[in-house]
């Protein structure tokens, strides 16, 4: 079946540290993989995506590589933002299926 | 192009009573998924809809939930006697073309509480 784990928070981080948030993924076929950010209050924003393997998706300042080797799609980022604090949420759609997977979310909370 | 619209965004209902929540999909978006998020959950999905068609049900519990998305107006999940354990988030989510090509795009999301 189609499923995706994603790292478990919350993470707290200060302004300017480097962000990882881990997401690895199963698929039948071929899926496309995303990340979504929902701030307070909000729904979801889709922040990237990838829909082949090797592909890079970014998006203000966070990037993620599609890699089937390792059936992976870890968010990163070089240098967070206090308005970068939401939960993030990765997940594919099975090009073969009718469903979107979505993790968990992590929450992050960067701190001045 | 405005975006997924979802009515109302807060709603209270006590025990037994009904709950309606709407979703008007993006212009152009025949597919729409419904979604709920307990606090400090994930997203579970419920349901998935073409215009007049459930297609995939499987998420949502078999009594006192129903969907549907006519042809003409927004897509409706509806919750009967309601319990505290339906209060959550139901967030809509629309598509151009389902899970095989496309992205979705979310609503703002109905909560729901339950007194």
């Known amino acids: 079946g189609n499923s995706v784990t994603q790292m478990e928070g919350p993470v707290t981080l200060s302004e300017e540290a480097f962000l990882t948030i881990n997401c690895t993924y199963t698929a039948t076929g071929y899926p496309s993989l995303f990340w979504y950010v929902q701030y307070p209050g909000e729904g979801l924003q889709l922040l990237l995506k990838a829909t082949k393997a090797d592909d890079k998706g970014s998006n203000k300042g966070f990037e993620a590589t599609y890699r089937k080797e390792t059936t992976s799609f870890h968010l990163e980022k070089g240098s967070v933002q206090v308005s970068d604090s939401a939960v993030y949420f990765c997940?594919?759609?099975?090009?073969?299926?009718?469903?979107?997977?979505f993790g968990t979310g992590t929450s992050l909370t960067v701190i001045p | 192009n405005a975006g997924v619209m979802q009515n109302p965004r807060h709603l209270v209902r006590r025990r037994g009573q009904e709950a309606r929540l709407r979703c008007s999909p993006m212009k152009g978006h025949s597919h729409v998924y419904w979604y709920r998020q307990l606090p400090e959950e994930g997203l579970k999905f419920m349901v998935y809809?073409?215009?007049?068609?459930?297609?995939?049900e499987s998420g949502m519990p078999k009594e006192r939930f129903s969907a549907e998305f006519p042809k003409e107006g927004p897509s409706i999940l509806r919750i009967q006697q309601v319990v505290r354990g339906d209060s959550a988030a139901y967030f809509c989510a629309s598509s151009p073309q389902g899970a095989r090509t496309g992205e979705l795009f979310f609503g703002e999301g109905s909560r729901l509480t339950v007194l």
């Open positions: 997940a594919l759609s099975d090009n073969t299926g009718n469903q979107f997977y």
């Open positions: 809809l073409q215009k007049e068609n459930i297609i995939d």
